[in-house]
């Protein structure tokens, strides 16, 4: 059977198999979110972020070695205040893509440096900060800061009231492709996943890149389905490729 | 002590592979590491021994390295409790190593050079073109603002460098971004045209905005066509330089066969 003959009804359920697949990895990662953000609640973490010492727990980094973490980094970025005297900064481990070891991420915080990592301006923190709201972004290249390809998951922390900064979460775009893609064993109909920037986040159809937009109008055709939890939706298209006979 | 990470440490601690005159190498990448901001004045670098072993060289070539930087004044060292190499930025300094640097090359290199910035640039503007979202778009957008509005010569230098490096980003590629950086820290090692003639950087400002907003159009084409042809004219106005300094004379004595 090729794809393109498939009966709608397939098509629905299996829109419906990947969203519910989705759905459960954004969840899982998520719950790491929230976790780094009720570390970040503690009282002895208060107290730091209203000194300006170090707020979380190292042991909040074990998260990250946790089975079935999907991860790759997570930690806290804290709002600078600078009518306090309290500057940029972040408490950030990530899995070091080569041995798998646990690191500290030390981006350069010099505004007047080349390699500065601006994160206030960043999607990641500036979104949840605005709206008080949870906030996926990507995939994107975390320029200046990790320099890898992300999807990152952020929360907002408000400290009575008062934003203090964001939890979050990253997971490379190669983690999130590879882990869902197993778990759906029988690859469905070709689709694409697309963020609410238009932007491919997911494909199993190689005309369509990870990466690349998909312009209004010039994209597969319908609304495709929404994916419950993250501002996604997941299109059924049709690819017809020759390395399929 | 803060050590930079990500990115830039990558590439400013690259393990140089150039056999010849490793200590100049290192002088040079310090340099321009120095003059892009990377590192800030009054920043403490790294143990001798860690910053040998990142750069792969022997801690005799690096002491070699710190004594001419510390010669030319862009390192201090201090000594005793508290003390260590702390980095000193003189944009005077700079703009003589800078020039040192242009008179040690040939017109080939400075082409070899735009070449290949020209081919990840001009790639990052086609693929930016198709791939950056409104936001990127608007990023873009305001860090070609902020060039328009610096006034120093290393400020100027870096907003050039970061609208280069984010236009890599857009176009959603890791390897590009780093090309880019790595690219721009041997571009830092050069002199930067609007510091010998300020009208140049009205010319460079006017250019990004013209890829912006072919990018913003969404035309592929024409964001590649126009970063190719704004680094053509960036690397005839280093032959230029180049040129013009070989007329003079004045550095001829400097310049090495290699």
């Not at chain 1, 780094?36 to 979380?56: D, I, K, N, Y």
């Not at chain 2, 979202?133 to 305001?142: F, P, V």
């Not at chain 2, 120093?152 to 390897?175: H, K, M, N, P, W």
């Amino acid at each position: 059977m090729t794809a393109g003959v498939r009966p709608e009804g397939s098509r629905a359920e299996e829109a419906a198999r990947v969203g519910a697949a989705v759905s459960e990895v954004v969840g899982r990662l998520f719950s790491t979110v929230t976790a780094v953000r009720a570390a970040a609640l503690q009282p002895s973490a208060r107290e730091g972020l209203r000194a300006g010492r170090p707020v979380l727990d190292g042991d909040v980094r074990n998260l990250l070695r946790e089975p079935g973490q999907l991860a790759v980094g997570l930690g806290l970025v804290i709002a600078p205040q600078p009518e306090r005297g309290l500057p940029l900064r972040l408490e950030w481990w990530q899995v070091d893509p080569d041995g798998g070891s646990l690191r500290t991420l030390e981006p350069d915080l010099k505004p007047t440096s080349l390699g500065y990592y601006d994160y206030p301006a960043t999607e990641w923190f500036d979104v949840p900060r605005r709206t008080g709201r949870r906030h996926v972004v990507g995939p994107y290249v975390d320029v200046h800061g990790t320099g890898r390809y992300l999807l990152t998951l952020t929360e907002p922390v408000l400290v009575d009231g008062q934003f203090v900064g964001v939890a979050g979460a990253d997971v490379s775009v190669r983690r999130f492709e590879t882990h869902l893609l197993a778990g759906l064993g029988r690859l469905p109909a070709p689709f694409l996943l697309v963020n609410d920037e238009d932007r491919v986040v997911l494909s199993t159809a190689p005309r369509w890149l990870v990466g690349s937009r998909v312009p209004p109008g010039g994209g597969p055709a319908g609304p495709g389905a929404a994916v419950p939890g993250v501002p996604w939706r997941l299109h059924v298209v049709d690819d017809a490729s020759p390395l399929r006979a | 002590m803060q050590l930079l990470s990500g990115d830039a440490r990558r590439a400013v601690f690259a393990p140089l592979d150039d056999g010849a005159l490793r200590s100049e190498a290192v002088v040079r990448r310090m340099g321009s590491a120095i003059a892009l901001g990377l590192l800030g004045d009054g920043e403490q670098l790294p143990a001798e021994t860690d910053l040998a072993t990142m750069l792969n060289v022997s801690t005799m070539t690096l002491r070699e390295a710190l004594a001419e930087l510390r010669k030319l004044g862009l390192v201090e060292t201090r000594r005793g409790r508290g003390g260590g190499s702390f980095v000193r930025s003189q944009d005077d300094v700079l703009a003589d190593l800078a020039d040192a640097r242009l008179a040690q090359l040939g017109t080939t290199d400075l082409r070899e050079l735009g070449d290949v910035h020209g081919a990840v640039a001009a790639a990052a503007a086609r693929l930016a073109a198709t791939r950056a979202s409104s936001n990127e778009i608007a990023r873009l957008r305001d860090i070609v603002e902020r060039l328009a509005r610096a006034t120093s010569v290393t400020d100027q230098r870096r907003a050039e460098g970061r609208y280069f490096i984010e236009l890599a980003a857009c176009a959603q590629s890791v390897r590009l971004t780093m090309q880019e950086m790595d690219l721009h820290l041997e571009l830092g090692q050069l002199p930067w045209p609007p510091a010998h003639v300020p009208e140049l950087l009205g010319v460079i400002v006017a250019g990004h905005g013209a890829v912006v907003d072919a990018i913003e159009d969404r035309d592929a084409p024409r964001a590649r066509a126009l970063t190719e042809e704004h680094i053509e004219t960036r690397t005839v106005w280093s032959i230029e330089l180049l040129l013009q300094r070989m007329g003079d004379g004045g550095s001829a004595s400097q310049r090495e066969v290699s």
